[in-house]
Structure formats: C-alpha cells, structure tokens
C-alpha cells in the first residue's frame, strides 16, 4: 500500500477504468460515511455507483479492501486539495495558514471523511497509521526545508508535524463537523496567531 496508490491489485489501466474505480471509491465514502463499516454492504456500495456486482469484484476483493483502498484515497483527495490552495512560493507560516483553510474547506465538503478514517483505526489499524505517517512525512519534510530556510526555527521538526496536525484534525471536527459556525479563513487565522506568537 503506498502513499498514492489505492490498496488495491487490480488498478485501472484505462481511462474509463480509471472513472469506475473513482465512481466505486465515491460511492464507498458515501456508503461507510452514512452506515459505518458494519452496515455497509459491497451492494450498497454498487447501487450508490451504478454499477454491476462484478464491477465491484474487478477492482476488489473484499469489503475491507474497499475500506482500505478508500482511507488511503481519502488522504491522497486531502493532500492533494491542499496543495492546489497553497502556492509554492509562500513562506511556512503563511502555508500553514493557508493550508489550514484549505483542510477546513475540504473536510466540510467531505464530512464523511473523520467517520471513515476515525472507523478505520478499529477496522484497519495499518491503513489508519498510514493515513496519518504520510501526511506526517510531508508536514517534517515541509518543516524541515523552512528551518533551512530560516523561516522558523530548526529541531524538532517530527514532534511539530505531529502537533500541527493535531491541531488541523480537532479544529477540522470542531468547525466543519460539528459547526460551521465560523468561516475557514476565520479559524485559519486564529490558528495561525497562535502558531506565529504562542
């Protein structure tokens, strides 16, 4: 299972292979997001996508490969909607504001996201440390490059990726699951006070 790839054999060599395996993973989001990994069904699952039982077969073999191969495809969808908000050329602390936004955003779009990768820690415990390890190999690789920098200080670059995306995951349920009662930028912004001046 890598970091980009779902965790399924049998990826798609086509095009259109490549729109039923994305119509099979949106519809497995919307299946566990709504039922939970124990009352969903690989049926569910099809009907929700249009598509033939054998469909399902041809891309999986199971219910927990779905799952699986849908945790790893929700962390891809999330790295991947942050890094078409957060330019290239911007400082680590405006990215982190930025970034965070960004992730607020997504997840109110995708709030089925916290169920499926919360459930996954009990379901798929690789796939849900996985989920976390690669957005957290990125966060120090990111930190890393900005001490070098001299954007912020340098050390301890793993316990502060770690920190920060504690930080995103509870203000993400706070404030695209639970409420949204404040706008992303509003809560981006309070974040990124503090990270900036304690």
Do not use: C
Not at 32 to 59: K, N, P, V, W
Not at 81 to 96: F, Q, Y
Request: hydrophobic share 40%; charged share 30%; net charge negative.
């Amino acid at each position: 299972m890598g970091g980009e790839e779902t965790a399924t054999s049998k990826a798609p060599r086509t095009e259109r292979g490549k729109r039923t395996l994305r119509k099979l993973l949106d519809a497995a989001a919307a299946e566990f997001g709504e039922r939970g990994y124990h009352d969903a069904s690989i049926s569910g699952i099809t009907q929700r996508a249009g598509a033939a039982l054998g469909t399902f077969y041809t891309y999986f073999d199971s219910k927990e490969q779905v799952f699986r191969a849908l945790v790893d495809d929700m962390g891809h969808l999330t790295r991947q909607h942050i890094a078409e908000r957060v330019p290239g050329n911007v400082d680590r602390l405006t990215a982190e504001r930025l970034g965070l936004e960004a992730f607020i955003d997504f997840v109110r779009e995708h709030k089925d996201l916290y169920r499926i990768v919360m459930e996954a820690q009990f379901v798929a415990e690789d796939a849900y440390l996985n989920y976390y390890k690669v957005f957290a190999a990125a966060y120090t690789r990111n930190l890393t490059q900005a001490a070098e920098k001299g954007e912020i200080r340098p050390g301890h670059e793993e316990e502060r990726a770690w920190a920060l995306i504690g930080m995103s995951v509870f203000l993400g349920m706070r404030y695209a699951v639970w409420s949204s009662d404040k706008t992303a930028k509003e809560v981006a912004d309070a974040a990124a006070e503090l990270i900036t001046f304690g």
